[in-house]
């Protein structure tokens, strides 16, 4: 769609919006960030206080999704902020959902659960059953050891099953980049060096479960 749509930057907005989350979500950083830079340009060119936000919300996920919870959480305040200002509930509470995976990353489980509980209430209200599955599905990595998150600890259970990198970000659709810096993150985390120490981590918190021979 947006290689159809060269010239007319509003109608590119609204896709690179979108190209932000599918790159994203394919674990594909450099896309992602390519996309919210042009949206964040645009925004900026037209004063839109509708993609503000959306710019504001695309730049907080990109940073997120690199691995800088801290930094990205002013940026997600002032997305949710927008939204909220342009009684927009929905596109509000979707960015409380990303404060809250940012404050799991930094270990707030008060801030998590009170972002959590906002996001679910206007989910539920509006019948937005997709969205609100992703609020249970955050909860439930709440309780992770070590904090780490659900992503972190599904690259973890890999390298227990003594996959490689490349393995891993085949199984789980991801870049090789993305899957090198969760391992980063996971080692950072849980204060270890080494593969089998992050692999015996695993076993001990039951993360993993040794494979029968």
Request: proline share 0%.
């Given at each position: 769609a947006l290689t159809a749509v060269t010239h007319d930057r509003l109608a590119?907005?609204?896709?690179?919006?979108?190209?932000?989350?599918?790159?994203?979500?394919?674990?594909?950083?450099e896309t992602a960030g390519r996309a919210g830079d042009e949206l964040g340009r645009t925004a900026s060119t037209y004063g839109s206080s509708g993609l503000e936000a959306a710019a504001l919300q695309a730049r907080g996920a990109v940073l997120l999704a690199g691995g800088r919870a801290e930094a990205a959480l002013p940026t997600l305040r002032a997305a949710c902020r927008r939204w909220r200002e342009l009684d927009a509930p929905y596109d509000a509470a979707r960015v409380r959902l990303l404060l809250a995976r940012a404050y799991q990353e930094l270990g707030d489980a008060d801030a998590t659960t009170r972002e959590l509980d906002a996001a679910g209430a206007v989910f539920e209200r509006l019948g937005a059953a997709r969205d609100a599955g992703a609020v249970a599905a955050l909860r439930g990595r709440a309780a992770l050891p070590g904090g780490l998150t659900g992503r972190e600890a599904e690259v973890l259970a890999l390298v227990a099953a003594g996959r490689t990198n490349r393995e891993i970000a085949e199984a789980l659709v991801l870049s090789h980049k993305t899957v090198a810096r969760h391992l980063s993150n996971i080692f950072v985390k849980l204060e270890v060096s080494s593969r089998t120490q992050a692999a015996a981590y695993a076993f001990e918190h039951g993360l993993a479960t040794p494979e029968r021979g």
């Open positions: 590119r907005a609204w896709l690179c919006a979108a190209q932000v989350e599918v790159a994203l979500a394919a674990g594909d950083l």
